[in-house]
């Protein structure tokens, strides 16, 4: 008897430490940085942690499947943080991803030369709080106003097929599918560069979540810095990943991912380490322009909007 005991406890502690954990389910767009978290996936650094990484074409089927519980997490940009958060501050921000540095484009078709030209057009733009940012922004800095101009709603994913069809003169859009759709004759006319460091994308949580699988987010987030850095240092072995599920060639691939900033983790640690940090600068003049757009109601204060301790406890191998 005194033998089989041992035995048990064992028996028990190997089984408790076999467990695979409950899911982490973390949703996302078609999105060039996103990659790499399904890089890290395919060279198995999430390997017995249960990370499952789901994509989805809309920002509007992301968002739904995350606030009826189908997610524990979301990547989507801070615009859309600040829209789920407005007068209800339930989730944070754990890490900063990238910064669109030209990645989200308007293009308009090729008889329009600028962006004086689209008054009294027809604006593609998503019905997200991205997409009527983004439109805000970006009339606002060539002097015209929303009245001037027709606001066209169309998803991301159906935006080539709309500008095909002739629903719109111009279109608010990003990679993918800003690709194809210059591929349909459109022209640039203005793009993120001009706003620089007002759109990030970021992972979000709820703290009940990260106190709870506060694991599996390490694992995550630092399977994603680890392949980045190993992509910079040999980008042509890992372009056919991306590119296979981008549905873009290479070269594509690599122009958009020209349009991103793409934080590592020291860029991460500098940004939020503190509330005099880079991003909550920016968290917070994002969050006054979408007050001054009416976008939102609550001027947050932005210190507790980001939980740290994830990105604070990570390590990465050079």
């Not at 695979?20 to 650094?45: I, K, Q, S």
């Not at 991003?279 to 003049?285: D, N």
């Amino acid at each position: 008897m005194k033998k089989i005991i041992p035995l048990l406890i064992i028996i028990l502690f190997l089984s408790c430490k076999n467990k695979t954990p409950e899911p982490l389910r973390v949703g996302m767009l078609l999105w060039p940085p996103n990659e790499f978290f399904h890089l890290a996936e395919n060279l198995g650094y999430y390997k017995d942690m249960n990370i499952q990484l789901i994509d989805y074409q809309t920002p509007s089927e992301l968002l739904r499947a995350y606030e009826t519980g189908l997610l524990d997490a979301l990547i989507g940009t801070d615009h859309i943080f600040l829209k789920m958060n407005d007068n209800n501050l339930k989730d944070r921000i754990l890490m900063v991803i990238d910064y669109s540095s030209g990645g989200d484009i308007l293009l308009a078709k090729p008889e329009i030369t600028s962006m004086k030209g689209l008054k009294g057009k027809r604006l593609g733009a998503e019905a997200s709080p991205l997409g009527i940012f983004l439109m805000f922004r970006f009339l606002e800095l060539y002097g015209l106003s929303p009245n001037e101009i027709t606001h066209v709603p169309v998803d991301i994913a159906n935006q080539p097929q709309a500008y095909d069809n002739g629903l719109f003169d111009a279109v608010i859009t990003y990679e993918p599918f800003a690709t194809k759709i210059k591929k349909q004759g459109a022209v640039e006319l203005c793009n993120s560069k001009e706003i620089p460091f007002e759109i990030s994308d970021v992972l979000i949580s709820t703290p009940m979540i990260i106190s709870k699988k506060r694991e599996q987010f390490e694992v995550l987030c630092k399977g994603f810095f680890e392949v980045l850095e190993v992509y910079r240092k040999d980008p042509e072995k890992y372009k056919p990943e991306f590119t296979a599920r981008q549905n873009i060639s290479s070269e594509e691939f690599i122009k958009a991912l020209n349009g991103v900033t793409i934080l590592n983790l020291n860029d991460n640690k500098r940004s939020i380490k503190n509330p005099k940090a880079s991003y909550f600068k920016t968290l917070s003049k994002v969050n006054k322009k979408m007050v001054d757009y009416k976008l939102i109601e609550t001027n947050h204060n932005v210190t507790k909007l980001i939980d740290t301790s994830i990105i604070k406890n990570i390590d990465v191998k050079n």
